[in-house]
């Protein structure tokens, strides 16, 4: 599927290293990609999606894979980007149009300064986070529902994914993450995350080669002592001491066994009673033919 000729390619990929490994790297993410896709039925034929990109790396692997797929006829969905500029100080608001008009992408670009908010409502010393989030998730799907979207897609990936299990696990007191397919509270839109399989690493390195123009987050990105960055740190350790880790606990997390954890309301713990025996001198089956 990606061995076609350089001119048959979107412009997203134009200027892509001619490399091996590079090769092999985007196959892998748009495998991954798609093998999300398929895993959690997160396709239906034309439906019209909101591609959030805030300029990060995830973001534009995000909107990279997903036009590839739709490039090559096999996600049957319009994709719509859109970024929240939040009025962050020094945030290049002319970097993304520019980038999405030379690519081609039908995009939005949507200033709401929930940046004062954030500032003014967080006491000094707090991480932002929280506010910041649910502020920016309840714009994007007012976006969402202005343009006739059925999904807000977002570009979280594995690392993401296993970060979140262990800050619920370590100070939420829960098993829970984000899951790649989640419908809202209002009930009326999909949240999508098709990136649940890709390594962070993967990301990065391929918004690296693709030289992509990364805008960092000056809000959150700022701050020292994070719990995120703690888990991160950990599972970087781990990863380093017995590579191939994260994959591991991310395999996990995909074969679940409610019968093994300890949650009644997932497994009828109470109604689990042993299988008598059967006194063979008493039974009325037939034996079986020799």
């Known amino acids: 599927m990606l061995d076609d000729a350089d001119d048959d390619i979107h412009p997203l990929f134009a200027g892509a290293p001619k490399t091996t490994e590079f090769r092999k790297l985007r196959k892998r993410i748009i495998r ?47 994709i719509l980007a859109c970024n929240l500029d939040q009025g962050q100080p020094n945030f290049p608001a002319t970097v993304l149009p520019a980038f999405l008009e030379k690519m081609g992408v039908p995009h939005r670009i949507e200033y709401r300064d929930t940046y004062s ?7 000094a010393g707090r991480t932002y986070c929280a506010l910041c989030s649910r502020l920016r998730r309840g714009n994007l799907y007012r976006i969402a529902r202005e343009e006739g979207c059925s999904a807000v897609v977002l570009g ?9 299990f262990f800050l619920n696990l370590f100070h939420g007191g829960k098993i829970a993450t984000m899951p790649p397919k989640l419908r809202n509270d209002e009930g ?6 098709p990136l649940a399989h890709v390594a962070e690493a993967d990301c990065e390195r391929f918004a690296r080669d693709m030289g992509y123009p ?24 781990w990863e380093a001491k017995a590579p191939g880790r994260r994959g591991k606990m991310f395999s996990a997390l995909m074969q679940v066994r409610p019968s093994h954890l300890l949650d009644p309301t997932l497994f009828d713990f109470a109604g689990l009673m042993p299988v008598p025996p059967v006194d063979p001198d008493n039974s009325t089956e037939i034996p079986a033919l020799r």
């Open 32 to 78: 991954e990609t798609r093998e999300a896709l398929d895993r959690y039925g997160m396709v239906n034929r034309g439906d019209r999606w909101l591609v959030c990109l805030s300029g990060g790396k995830d973001s534009y692997t995000l909107l990279a894979a997903l036009t590839e797929l739709q490039w090559r006829g096999v996600l049957p969905v319009d």
């Open 214 to 237: 990364i805008i960092p987050c000056d809000l959150c990105g700022s701050q020292d002592g994070l719990q995120r960055q703690a888990i991160k740190s950990l599972l970087d350790g």
């Open 188 to 193: 009326d839109l999909m949240v999508l995350r």
């Open 117 to 123: 908010i954030v500032k003014d409502k967080v006491p």
């Open 156 to 164: 979280h990936h594995r690392d993401d994914i296993l970060e979140t």
